[in-house]
């Protein structure tokens, strides 16, 4: 089995990589191009786009894995253990749990960066999540980008190129994933996770092609509950009481899933950093290791701030989607709709609204979203955004 | 004289500090304490005025020192020991102001400045027991206005001044939140006016200054005052109110009207439902008189947005929040 077989729908892109890895001119100077591998087909520098869940940090770990490999385009064995577990010597990866990148982080990744390869062909840096440095961040990155080290290649991942700043775009080449097929996910997530598939086609749809996201849909019975209740919550409004009551509900629902996720984890670390530092459990902490606790709590609490972003903006793509679908029917388009499993209600809602007030809806969700990221108290952006959802009964 | 007493000490007001071996200055009011030991010490001055005056820190003690400044000297002058952060002692000290409350030394004053935490229980429950024959002075924070205006009185019947009533309404109004502030204002008014203390000699001096907080501007904006909340608003800001609370506060108040605008029942079973305090509800019932359904979606739609401009949407975050206070205080109407 090859390291690109995983990757849905991405031929295009796997195509580019597999040239760029197999290109002789660039490892090894002397050799002569051959005619499958045509010459300039690797640089220095990549930067991978495409939409949320769509593998571009997949797709960067096996193009790393196939640079990693020696000799062998397709991967070997050893080498994708150890990119797995990002434990390879010539492998350095930035990603991030937090809202953003600091700088500091960045800057021991550009110093990493310079050392040449111990094993591998080449040393591979990746960034995942290249959107979330600010750009005093992204600065730190261009010398190193524009000149690596010989045998040192950058992998960046981001949704798109605008999300980077113009001197960084200007110094990688970019490779764009497309949004996979309904039909190919579907067929993955069958494939992958054993589940029939009408439900891998369900979860695929509704996910939006979002490859994580349908697994998650596909396997976990609790979070299609919860999609559906949100759309129900955001279907049944009809006063301003009832939004301010659903956006608390709504709130909450992403609390207690960001929370389930990281609690565990962060009484797992905590245990583990107290047992690193030599203190017993149950004991009394020292005064001089307080400052080490305080600084993993205040990480840990960065990441339950991200955490509760991601789940709040998934609510606000599903809700995205629903207004679509509204917005279709009331257009008497005939795309297909994503909400299929709610046709009736979408069609009742869409009968019940114009379709001014729907574009209005999904101006009022985009507005949100914009102002969770610009951190806004969550509950008053989506307040302000579910009373644009108000609709008189049917 | 040691241990003799019974199980519990006098506990008096900061004004009201006399001399003895021990004195525990406990209470989170900085400022009052102060004021109780340097009364204390002016007192033991004209007792004697040979009066030997040391300070010991208890947060960076070093053993022997309370030994070396409490025992008697050559020539048997009256000692004031003043040890501070007695909150943040050391153990040293714990063990030997214990060792030395067992036998105090004649003559000398002991005054511990306690600001309050679990640190040091041990020594402050041997010292309220008994043991030493000391006092506690009791310095809590004076957070109601009728303390305030005790206070002030006070301020002026110590110095032998006359004071009108609106006078000291006026000046409790003015400086709500510090009483060094407050005591200070009083001290200036004693010094530079020789005559009775009117309101018009307040206002002289501090006219219009009035401290408030978010919660004030957000409930006379939704009573839809509009003059008098942007008055108050920027009173708010000059005082040092940052824009971001004042907006929480509005959507709070907001948020609880919408809550309860949809809702039927009584005040009990709604505050069961919304996890609120009665009092809550039936505040926000009688701010919503008034109020439409249209201009309570306004409201907190303009609310959002001021949020985003005072965080850095905006340029001008006054400028989102005055247009905030227009539009709450015209009820979500637009103008």
Excluded at chain 1, 245 to 259: Q, R, S, T, Y
Excluded at chain 2, 138 to 148: A, F, G, I, M, W
Aim: charged fraction near 25%; charge should be negative; glycine fraction near 6%.
């Amino acid at each position: 089995m090859s390291i690109w077989d995983e990757l849905t729908g991405q031929s295009e892109a796997i195509a580019v990589f597999r040239a760029a890895a197999g290109d002789p001119a660039f490892s090894d100077r002397d050799a002569a191009a051959s005619p499958s591998h045509p010459e300039g087909s690797m640089t220095h520098s990549w930067l991978i786009t495409g939409p949320p869940g769509s593998g571009r940090s997949n797709l960067a770990f096996a193009f790393a894995t196939a640079l990693l490999s020696p000799g062998d385009p397709e991967g070997d064995a050893a080498a994708r253990r150890q990119v797995e577990a990002r434990t390879h010597p010539d492998l350095g990866v930035l990603s991030t749990e937090r809202v953003i990148i600091s700088i500091d982080e960045v800057r021991s990744l550009v110093t990493s960066s310079q050392f040449s390869p111990s094993v591998a062909r080449y040393r591979v840096m990746i960034i995942e999540d290249a959107d979330r440095m600010t750009e005093r961040t992204s600065n730190v990155l261009l010398k190193a980008l524009e000149e690596p080290p010989p045998r040192t290649v950058w992998i960046l991942c981001a949704p798109s190129e605008a999300d980077l700043i113009p001197t960084v775009r200007s110094r990688v080449r970019s490779v764009r994933l497309r949004i996979p097929a309904v039909a190919d996910v579907a067929e993955l997530i069958a494939r992958r996770d054993g589940v029939d598939l009408a439900l891998a086609t369900r979860a695929a749809r509704e996910s939006q092609s979002h490859i994580g996201m349908a697994h998650r849909l596909a396997t976990n019975e609790q979070a299609r509950v919860r999609r559906e209740r949100t759309l129900d919550a955001a279907l049944g409004i009809r006063t301003v009481s009832d939004a301010v009551l659903a956006a608390g509900a709504l709130l909450e629902a992403a609390a207690d899933d960001a929370k389930s996720i990281t609690e565990e984890r962060d009484a797992e670390e905590r245990e583990s950093a107290l047992r690193s530092l030599g203190v017993e459990p149950g004991g009394t902490i020292p005064p001089a290791l307080r400052a080490q606790l305080r600084s993993l709590e205040e990480d840990q609490k960065r990441r339950a701030t991200r955490s509760l972003r991601d789940g709040l903006d998934r609510i606000m793509v599903d809700l995205l989607s629903l207004y679509r679908d509204i917005l279709l029917v009331q257009l008497g388009s005939d795309v297909e709709p994503i909400n299929l499993a709610v046709i009736d209600r979408v069609r009742a809602a869409a009968a019940s609204a114009s379709p001014a007030q729907t574009l209005a809806t999904l101006d009022a969700i985009a507005t949100a979203r914009r102002r969770i990221g610009n951190n806004v108290s969550p509950a008053l952006a989506l307040e302000a955004m579910l009373i644009t959802a108000r609709r008189a009964p049917s | 004289m040691a241990a003799t007493r019974g199980a519990a000490i006098p506990q008096l007001s900061w004004g009201a500090v006399r001399p003895a071996s021990v004195v525990l200055v406990s209470g989170t009011e900085e400022f009052l304490a102060e004021r109780a030991i340097s009364l204390l010490r002016d007192i033991l001055r004209t007792e004697d005025s040979s009066l030997e005056v040391s300070d010991i820190a208890a947060d960076d003690y070093s053993p022997g020192e309370l030994a070396t400044f409490a025992s008697p000297s050559l020539f048997g002058e009256p000692r004031m020991v003043r040890v501070s952060g007695v909150e943040k002692c050391t153990d040293a000290f714990i063990s030997e102001s214990l060792a030395y409350l067992e036998s105090p030394a004649s003559d000398c004053y002991l005054v511990l400045r306690h600001a309050g935490g679990v640190r040091g229980k041990k020594l402050l429950d041997a010292i309220r027991g008994g043991l030493g024959g000391g006092i506690e002075v009791v310095c809590t924070e004076l957070k109601k206005d009728s303390d305030r205006t005790d206070f002030v009185l006070s301020e002026f019947r110590a110095a032998g001044r006359k004071v009108t009533a609106a006078a000291v309404r006026a000046l409790v109004a003015a400086f709500a939140d510090d009483i060094a502030e407050l005591a200070a204002a009083c001290r200036q008014l004693l010094s530079d006016s020789s005559e009775e203390i009117t309101e018009a000699i307040v206002e002289k001096y501090y006219s219009g200054r009035v401290e408030t907080n978010a919660f004030r501007v957000a409930d006379t904006a939704i009573a839809g005052r509009h003059g008098e909340a942007l008055v108050l608003l920027r009173h708010a800001l000059a005082s040092g109110a940052d824009p971001v609370p004042i907006v929480a506060a509005f959507a709070s108040k907001l948020r609880t009207m919408a809550k309860v605008s949809g809702a039927r029942g009584s005040s009990g079973q709604l505050a069961g439902q919304f996890g609120m305090a009665p009092w809550q509800i039936d505040r926000a019932k009688r701010d919503l008189q008034g109020w439409t359904e249209e201009g309570l979606a306004r409201g907190i739609s303009i609310l959002a947005d001021t949020d985003a401009q005072v965080k850095g949407e905006g340029r001008d975050p006054i400028f989102a929040l005055e247009r905030m206070v227009n539009v709450v205080s015209a009820r979500g109407d637009e103008r």
